[in-house]
């Protein structure tokens, strides 16, 4: 009887015995194969919140993409980087473009992977390979002296990259949604491209619609009757077309007494040589008359009287030899029309200088 009592309580025990091994076993395989801890990263992730970090001090940013082979192979190099930055007296991070497409607008990358130098808020674009040597000497060496910093409108602070970084994320943000719609929905990418194109045409209608509201509401007012706008123009319009006839008039008129004051002008200088040819002529006639009346004197002067003639008549020829000399003789005449006619010439020729 004791001994059948004992045989299954040894059995219970063997059993329990043989549990526990067998969980220390597994317990041990467990620890075996548990997976180290991993090693803390030295690379700060950067986002939109937080990437004005790199305005201060001196950074070195890596921009890369999950499914970029050539970001893939420098981790490791870029990694190794950072745990040195603490010597190299610089901060190290990097900017994942699939999440943050504002960040990769902001500094329009264009390329993958991208590498950027910043000092004090001054940004260098870094075209070398990637390596860890080659990023020691850079800044070592001081080697980002020699690159042209991105200033102006092409510095990631700038207003107009301010506004690339907004256009990227929205860009980022219709392609998680067309994502959702093709991958989680299972809608075909057709579909996706009409919904899109609805949806960008009832936004500008919208945008249209608040545009020309504003535009009426603060610029144009609207007419409170359709019939005062055709009335109104034509109005304007007969204002404008007399106000030219008025002009036109006054040029005219003005062009007329301009006209009437060079013909006066031109009138009394002929009226002026007129009178002086008038005086002119009326010497002349003067002189002519003074020298006829004194030729006319000087024959009678030289006639004999009555009694005189008819003695002379019948002296006969002698006696009309002998009263000869008392007759008019032709050289007197014609000394007087020399005398006249170089008066004449004298007067012709003061016309003309007067």
């Known amino acids: ?80 980087f950072a745990k040195n930055g603490e010597l190299l007296h610089i901060s190290v991070g990097k900017v994942d473009v699939i999440q943050e497409p504002g960040l990769s607008g902001r500094f329009f990358v264009t390329t993958l992977p991208a590498f950027f130098h910043a000092k004090d808020g001054i940004f260098r674009r870094y075209r070398g390979p990637g390596v860890y040597e080659d990023l020691q000497n850079y800044i070592l060496e ?10 102006g409108w092409k510095s990631p602070a700038s207003l107009t990259m301010s506004g690339m970084a907004g256009l990227f994320s929205i ?38 619609l608040v545009l020309v ?12 009757h359709s019939s005062d706008g055709p009335e109104r123009s034509r109005e304007s319009d007969e204002a404008h077309g007399a106000q030219r006839l008025q002009d036109a008039e006054d040029e005219k008129d003005d062009s007329n007494e301009e006209e009437n ?14 009178g002086d040819e008038d005086e002119v002529e009326e010497e002349e006639e003067e002189e002519e008359d003074t020298l006829a009346a004194g030729v006319d004197g000087e024959r009678s002067d030289t006639q004999p ?50």
């Not at 992730?45 to 050539?70: D, H, I, Q, R």
């Not at 491209?193 to 500008?204: M, S």
């Open 305 to 354: 009287q009555g009694p005189l003639r008819e003695a002379q008549e019948e002296g006969g020829p002698e006696e009309t030899a002998e009263g000869a000399p008392g007759q008019p003789r032709p050289a007197d005449s014609g000394v007087a029309q020399d005398t006249l006619r170089q008066r004449r010439s004298q007067q012709a020729d003061k016309g003309p200088e007067a």
């Open 213 to 224: 509201v504003i535009s009426e509401c603060f610029y144009m007012p609207f007419p409170r």
């Open 1 to 80: 009887m004791a001994g059948g009592r004992c045989g299954p309580r040894l059995t219970a025990l063997l059993a329990a015995w043989v549990a526990a091994l067998a969980a220390a076993a597994a317990d041990e395989a467990d620890l075996e194969h548990a997976p180290l801890p991993a090693e803390q990263s030295m690379v700060l992730p950067m986002t939109a919140s937080n990437w004005t970090l790199v305005m201060e001090g001196e950074w070195m940013l890596k921009f890369y993409a999950p499914w970029c082979p050539s970001c893939q192979q420098t981790d490791s190099e870029w990694e190794a």
């Open 142 to 151: 001081k080697k980002w002296q020699s690159v042209e910093p991105l200033t």
């Open 261 to 274: 004051k060079d013909s006066l002008g031109d009138d009394e200088e002929d009226k002026e040589d007129l």
């Open 171 to 208: 860009s980022g943000k219709i392609w998680h949604l067309h994502n959702y719609f093709t991958v989680t929905l299972g809608i075909p990418a057709w579909c996706s491209y009409v919904i899109f194109i609805i949806a960008t045409l009832i936004f500008g209608l919208l945008m249209g």
